[in-house]
């Protein structure tokens, strides 16, 4: 009973009545950023206001570096490399998997360096800092929709007639890529505020991203090359099914001839959002681990 | 009875507050494994605060005093949550805002307007808080036409003017202030100051560390002044101004 104590006079305040007061610094991680949404609508306002700051073309990069992309691996991987003879419609089979490890590469670089990035607030001001992580992954989304759109597009004119089962796939590939970047990216970025070497890791990730998920080639060769377990492993990566599902969304039903797919592509989906869901949980729980000392350590 | 003992209630707790730095010797993955190996230390400590108690009641104006490194910027930045206690109890009742290091989440390609917007927010404000205070921030920072620049061709005291006017227009409780009442010209210092007796008449509570010892007797009443991260005085500000004199380093 508090009463007892200030007629007391034990206590100049009352002792513990203390529901009303919070401890300074202590969120809930992600869920703060629910009622942050309005802070992280500006800080994605400014990521894609300040991005092309400065430069003619402006926007018009987001197309060009795609494009060339998407050119230097058509040629090599395609006309050099004959890659095109086993595949149908190669080029956008290329395409829809390119767009899927970009917006995986661009969300998971991006947040790893997030938290460095926005020292300045993270020394003075207390904000939920996952917010910073978080807004990455929400620009380099944005950043994806201008790829997203040319794939439709070109899709559309060579005759893809979209199904409700494509865009569910689709939606589900880009909630995938989407989950592992943040869980990763959270991972990688909280320590990077004291390890530098997290984020030359996180380079070196990225660079295997492209090779490790069938993006420049079918999963058919791996599969014909590599044991078993090995091959179950790489279908259990979920960048896979990611691109996987890109690909029957987006390149299966504009072929005319037959193709194989990899077998039980929904339930490797389905494995592909729990290891996400998995990450994002461990990167959640490092991150609060190691948030107390962003502010001294940066 | 709720009422009186709300009105009782302090604004902040802080008991038993100690606060170690780690100073790392170590910076990458391969130095922190070769330290290990010979089982050298991979880092030092400092106690930057010990045994800190401290209240601060509703309404009170607390000037807090000490020199360079003694550690008034940590203990601010442990009530602001930026920083948290290695032990001992911090808590705060209401909305903390902290004028510390204004326009920390300014970005230079973006407009004034924009600027006050993010900043607004930053600082813990909702849109339609910013939408109903925008006039009267950008009208005392005296910014005029120049909102809708962008920042970097703004000359420092600009932006300086706008980046405390954001702080100062936020709605709070407890407002932190740390060493930025210097900011502007005279005539711009003087409303600044005459801003700060107006939230210290409408009961807000402050808690002020600043270098200008005429002004911290002005606004408060009650001094702290910490030493090598302990408390060794407070009380009345005056006496407390007398007794940072006569302590050394
Ligand atoms: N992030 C940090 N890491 C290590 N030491 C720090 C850090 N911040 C401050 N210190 C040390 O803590 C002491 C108190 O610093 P500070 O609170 O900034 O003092 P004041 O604001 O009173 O000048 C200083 O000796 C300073 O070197
Ligand atoms: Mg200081």
Same mark, same amino acid.
């Given at each position: 009973m508090p009463e007892a104590f200030r007629i007391d006079g034990m206590s100049q305040y009352g002792?513990?009545?203390?529901?009303?007061?919070a401890v300074p610094g202590v969120g809930r991680g992600v869920l703060d950023v629910f009622s942050y949404r309005y802070l992280l609508r500006l800080l994605v306002r400014k990521g894609i206001l300040t991005?092309?700051?400065?430069?003619?073309l402006g926007w018009a990069w987001s197309y060009v570096k795609p494009a060339a992309q998407f050119l230097i691996y058509y040629l090599v991987?395609?006309?050099?490399?004959?890659?095109?003879r086993g595949i149908d419609a190669f080029p956008v089979y290329l395409f829809s998997g390119i767009v899927v490890v970009n917006l995986f590469n661009e969300a998971f670089g991006n947040a790893t360096k997030s938290i460095v990035n926005n020292k300045a607030l993270v020394k003075k001001i207390y904000l939920p800092r996952e917010l910073f992580p978080i807004a990455d992954v929400f620009i380099a989304f944005v950043h994806f929709l201008p790829q997203l759109s040319i794939l439709i597009v070109v899709c559309l004119v060579v005759g893809w007639v979209p199904t409700v089962l494509h865009l569910a796939g689709a939606l589900l590939a880009m909630l995938i890529v989407l989950l592992l970047a943040t869980g990763l990216g959270m991972l990688f970025g909280s320590v990077n505020v004291s390890f530098r070497d997290s984020q030359n890791l996180v380079e070196l990730i990225l660079l295997f991203a492209t090779w490790t998920s069938p993006v420049l080639y079918s999963f058919t060769m791996v599969r014909d090359k590599v044991p078993t377990w090995l091959f179950d492993l790489y279908m259990a990566n979920p960048l896979t099914a990611a691109v996987e599902l890109f690909h029957s969304a987006f390149w299966y039903p504009t072929i005319a001839g037959p193709a194989e797919r990899p077998e039980n592509l929904w339930g490797l989906a389905g494995l592909a959002l729990a290891i996400s869901i998995v990450t994002l949980l461990v990167g959640q729980f490092v991150f609060r681990r190691l948030e107390g000392r962003f502010a001294q350590d940066l | 009875m709720p009422k009186t003992s709300e009105a009782e209630a302090p604004r902040i707790i802080i008991e038993g507050v100690r606060k170690t730095y780690r100073l790392r010797h170590t910076h990458s993955f391969k130095e922190t494994f070769v330290a290990w190996l010979r089982k050298k230390q991979t880092a030092s400590t400092f106690? #930057? *605060?010990?045994g800190l108690d401290i209240t601060v009641g509703e309404g009170e104006a607390v000037g807090l005093l000490g020199y360079n490194g003694s550690g008034k910027s940590t203990l601010l930045k442990l009530v602001s949550g930026v920083l948290r206690p290695d032990a001992g109890t911090v808590l705060t009742r209401g909305r903390v805002a902290g004028l510390i290091e @204004? !326009? #920390? !989440?300014?970005?230079?390609? *973006?407009s004034g307007r924009e600027n006050v917007y993010l900043n607004a927010a930053i600082l813990g404000m909702s849109k339609e808080e910013i939408d109903a205070k925008f006039d009267e921030i950008v009208e005392f920072s005296e910014i005029g036409e120049f909102?809708?620049?962008? @920042?970097?061709?703004?000359?420092s005291g600009m932006f300086v003017r706008l980046a405390f006017s954001v702080a100062i227009h936020t709605q709070f409780d407890i407002l932190l202030v740390d060493e930025? *009442? #210097? @900011?502007?010209?005279a005539p711009f210092r003087e409303k600044c100051n005459a801003k700060i007796h107006e939230l210290v008449a409408s009961d807000k509570t402050l808690f002020i560390v600043s270098h200008d010892l005429g002004m911290i007797s002005e606004i408060c009443d009650r001094g702290i002044v910490i030493k090598r991260g302990r408390k060794i005085f407070d009380g009345p500000v005056d006496e407390a101004i007398a007794a940072l004199k006569a302590s050394k380093r």
């Open positions: 002792l513990p009545d203390r529901s009303a007061f991005r092309y700051h400065g430069s003619v991987m395609g006309v050099f490399l004959n890659l095109n | 106690e #930057a *605060l010990e @204004v !326009g #920390a !989440g300014f970005h230079p390609d *973006l909102i809708d620049t962008e @920042v970097k061709h703004y000359s930025v *009442l #210097a @900011v502007g010209d």
